[in-house]
């Protein structure tokens, strides 16, 4: 139907666009002939179209009619319902809604058609004024010109002739009278007539030529000819599109009384919906401690209830006529008995496809498929039922059949994705005890669908569904003390235990009287583990991927490229992006979606997605200003959006870092020929902050503008903040300005500096503080204006080597010259590389040894070097050893202060 409309839209717009233009000719006389054979082509276009036209006109009234049926139909299944029958209620509300949506989805553009048509019949006035003015000049378009009355035929004739290629042949039969031309038939190819007296009527008001001397030329016989046959195409193009245009009008006419109609209904749904909300969340029903007190005239009053919709026990020809619906009697038991039956047919089927498997295939005869067999056959059979119901409710053109198997495919899907999850993600051996874990939910959900299904009446659901939830979370409880043990499963414990939790919350509100509240929690619940339990399998199946596939395609690029930071995770982007997109990006915002697409699956259950649709994306908190300006719109749909967006712009963020980091490594190690870089050899604090404030500063603007927070409001909150940190906040300022000197270079993650006694790595720059790790494994934090006035000093900035002086004393009289031979010899063993291939020892000043000092009891020796900055402490510590062992081998003793004591 859709289609249909929207075809008969596009030909009526395709009407209303020009299809010629003359442009200027060589001379008058041929713009003239031009013009005529655009408008000839013209009028046979709109004889086509026009046949089109008719037909899908009838097409469109077909329509019209079965909307309008369907229109009155849903008045009155609305207007009929019993306030005591909420489901019956929520579906006429629900179907209603349906059909107001799809109307104005698929109503024509009618007020664009006329407006289009309105500017083409203008066109056409203009146009056949000026034909008419010129030379010699028409008085009036009222009466046949003798020169038109003469030359009609011939120009029929030929205008024929001149477009028979064109697959048009036609010959009009003029009449000329006294009154004018009148054109009765012509005669197309096909052997098919069109009357063409329309043509006579339009060419009756042809008056005859005005003469005047004045007029600085005439237009010839041919001329006059083309023109008089311009005038008759311009007048018959626009009594076609003034007669297409009052049809366009007619239609809209009945379509706005249609629409009117459901306009009414929709307002009373609305209202209605409103009431549904006000019980559901206000109101409730009866308390059941209520209903236990007065329990045997509560269950007659249910039981009547029941008969009354299920038209039972009741021989009444009023009730032989209700038993005959869709909806009452014994189609809903024929339902039951159907779906049992396919229920039956499904579990045989299962059955024997799982033996089967089992005998034949190598692959189903291990232990595992062993003990995962029940499950397998519950999956299998469940699919085999869904295949079914999908297939009876397209093959059955039932009403309650095509809604109950909708449900029922859903409450499938529900089910199939519990078992897949536990299949792929639980180990067999512990599969059964899992599944025990679920099967109080999935089967109360069952029985909540069924409700559904069979639109029970509100005091049965009052009567007989509080005891049925209180005996499943006694159940549930049960099973979850039994396998609390579970360590290898504690995410399904989780989840067992808040099922508990929402089970336990549900009967709380049942009892207390809200039954509709508590079966929407429960049926939200139920569809959210389920999304739950779809997300931790496909993050499970990512993790396998990666450590089967991806952990094969890393050292495959490691071979081909050089990894200079094999313990980041990002050193392999190129490889692991599509996989880091769907772990950091795409399973984090399924989970976030996941709430509100449970909630909106939950409420089109009971068709009550009216309801969540305005409670989703109504503003609960709507802040304006005195002119009423939206200042600040807060709803539940653009929280969840915003939420979303953050792990999209943290991927965003993630990856741009990553591929501009190996950019920057793979750049200097072209440049230097280097397979191992320090982390300090390039700068990445400042393109990795400008990355986020360009990846972040997005975000936020994409944020305001969809929480629409007017700039206005913005640029005040700015003034004031540029205000207060200029007054008040002097030091922030001034570390902020520091930090950006700092990350442009002059300081750079992994230089070694010492500022105020401290010496230390720098692990991390910001835009207040710098934090460098000291040799004895603490951090600690400078502001940046310290690290300024402190004049701290970058060990590595020029050089990654500092001036490294060991001194040791050796006894007066000792050999200096054979101490420093000793000493340069065994200082050979210092010369080694460290992790990333440097020189621990700077190579182009070595080693040296000299005298240093003349002491009180020894010469001291001084072995001197250049050593790299943060192998300082681990060098010396070597160095000493070395120097200890080395003369101490060799007889050289290191004299120590002595005091000798005499006593009397």
């Known amino acids: 139907m859709k289609k249909k409309l929207l075809s008969i839209c596009a030909l009526a717009l395709a009407l209303a666009i020009p299809a010629y233009a003359v442009f200027n000719e060589k001379d008058f006389a041929r713009t003239l002939s031009i013009l005529r054979s655009e408008l000839h082509q013209e009028n046979v276009k709109m004889e086509q179209m026009r046949a089109r036209l008719d037909m899908n006109n009838e097409v469109q009234h077909q329509q019209l009619v079965d909307m309008t049926k369907r229109c009155n139909e849903l008045a009155l299944i609305l207007y009929s319902q019993n306030q005591d029958y909420t489901f019956d209620m929520t579906y006429a509300l629900e179907e209603v809604t349906k059909q107001y949506n799809e109307y104005h989805k698929q109503r024509m553009p009618y007020d664009e058609i006329v407006a289009r048509l309105n500017l083409e019949i203008e066109r056409y006035e203009y146009l056949a004024e000026a034909l008419r003015r010129l030379p010699p000049v028409l008085d009036k378009i009222e009466a046949v010109p003798d020169s038109l009355s003469a030359v009609m035929d011939t120009i029929l004739v030929h205008e024929a002739a001149h477009h028979h290629e064109d697959g048009f042949d036609f010959v009009g039969k003029a009449d000329t009278t006294a009154e004018g031309i009148h054109l009765h038939e012509h005669t197309h190819f096909d052997g098919t007539t069109h009357d063409h007296s329309h043509h006579a009527d339009l060419l009756d008001r042809i008056s005859d030529y005005e003469t005047s001397a ?22 018959n193009l626009l009594e076609m599109y003034t007669a297409f245009r009052d049809k366009i009008v007619m239609d809209n006419d009945h379509y706005e009384g249609m629409s009117n109609r459901l306009e009414e209904s929709y307002n009373y749904a609305r209202k209605r919906y409103r009431l549904i909300q006000k019980r559901i969340f206000i109101d409730g029903q009866d308390n059941y401690f209520t209903v236990l007190r007065t329990l045997p005239r509560y269950a007659r009053m249910a039981f009547q209830d029941a008969r009354h919709k299920y038209s039972m026990g009741d021989t009444t020809a009023d009730a032989a006529v209700l038993r005959e619906s869709e909806w009452r009697g014994p189609l809903v038991s024929l339902f039951i008995v159907y779906i049992l039956a396919f229920i039956g047919i499904a579990t045989l089927l299962s059955n024997v496809v799982v033996r089967f498997l089992r005998k034949r295939k190598q692959l189903f005869q291990t232990e595992s498929f062993r003990l995962r067999s029940p499950l397998v056959t519950l999956l299998s059979g469940v699919v085999i039922f869904a295949l079914t119901v999908m297939i009876a409710g397209l093959s059955v053109k039932h009403n309650f059949f095509r809604v109950a198997s909708g449900l029922l495919l859903v409450y499938a899907w529900l089910l199939v994705a519990i078992l897949v999850s536990l299949l792929i993600r639980i180990p067999a051996k512990h599969i059964r005890k899992i599944w025990r874990l679920y099967l109080p939910v999935v089967l109360l959900g069952l029985i909540v669908i069924t409700f559904r299904i069979i639109f029970i009446p509100n005091r049965l659901v009052n009567l007989i569904f509080p005891p049925i939830v209180l005996g499943f979370t006694i159940w549930q409880y049960v099973i979850c003390r039994r396998v609390r043990d579970a360590k290898e499963a504690r995410g399904d414990m989780l989840y067992a235990w808040i099922s508990f939790a929402v089970m336990l919350g549900t009967t709380v509100i049942v009892w207390a009287g809200y039954v509709l509240l508590g079966i929407q929690i429960f049926i939200w619940w139920l569809f959210q583990l389920t999304a739950i339990e779809t997300i931790t399998a496909l993050y499970l199946l990512v993790e396998r991927y990666d450590e089967k596939y991806l952990k094969r395609r890393k050292l495959e690029y490691k071979k081909s490229h050089t990894i200079y930071e094999p313990d980041r995770k990002d050193a392999y982007i190129a490889v692991t992006w599509l996989s880091d997109f769907v772990k950091k990006a795409v399973l984090p915002i399924l989970t976030v979606l996941s709430i509100p697409a449970c909630l909106w699956f939950a409420a089109n259950v009971f068709d009550l997605t009216e309801i969540c649709r305005e409670l989703f994306f109504k503003p609960f908190f ?78 936020i603007v994409m944020t305001v503008v969809m929480l629409r927070i007017p700039m206005g409001a913005l640029s005040i909150v700015a003034a004031g903040l540029a205000t207060g940190l200029g007054l008040a906040m002097k030091d922030i300022l001034n570390n902020f300005i520091y930090g950006i000197q700092l990350m442009s270079g002059r300081l750079r993650v992994g230089d070694y500096i010492e500022c105020d006694g401290v010496r230390g790595k720098v692990t991390s720059i910001s835009y207040q503080t710098t934090q460098i790790e000291t040799v004895e494994d603490t951090l600690i934090a400078f502001t940046n204006t310290t690290l300024f006035n402190k004049n701290f000093k970058n060990l590595t900035r020029g050089s990654a080597y500092e001036y490294v002086k060991v001194a040791v004393g050796v006894s007066y009289g000792t050999d200096v010259e054979k101490v420093r031979t000793l000493l340069l010899e065994a200082s050979q063993k210092l010369l080694t590389k460290d992790k990333y291939g440097r020189n621990l020892v700077d190579p182009k000043r070595g080693i040296s040894v000299s005298v240093d000092n003349f002491g009180d009891s020894s010469i001291d020796i001084a072995m001197k070097q250049y050593v790299l900055v943060e192998e300082r402490y681990s060098y010396l510590a070597r160095a000493r050893e070395l120097i200890y062992n080395t003369l101490n081998e060799n007889g050289i003793e290191i004299p120590f202060p002595q005091r000798d004591v005499h006593i009397k």
């Open 214 to 235: 004045d007029e600085p030329f005439y237009l010839d016989e041919q001329g006059q000819a083309d023109r008089d046959s311009c005038l008759a195409y311009t007048l």
């Open 622 to 699: 709507n802040l304006s200003d005195k002119a009423g300006n939206a200042i600040l719109h807060l709803s539940l749909y653009k929280l969840v959006l915003v939420s979303a967006m953050f792990f999209l712009f943290r991927y965003i963020s993630y990856v741009v870092k990553a591929f501009y980091r190996r950019l920057r490594f793979d750049r200097l190690s072209a440049k230097e020929g280097k397979t191992m870089i320090h982390d300090n050899e390039i700068n990445f604090t400042l393109a990795n902050n400008v990355i986020s404030i360009l990846v972040w500063g997005s975000y």
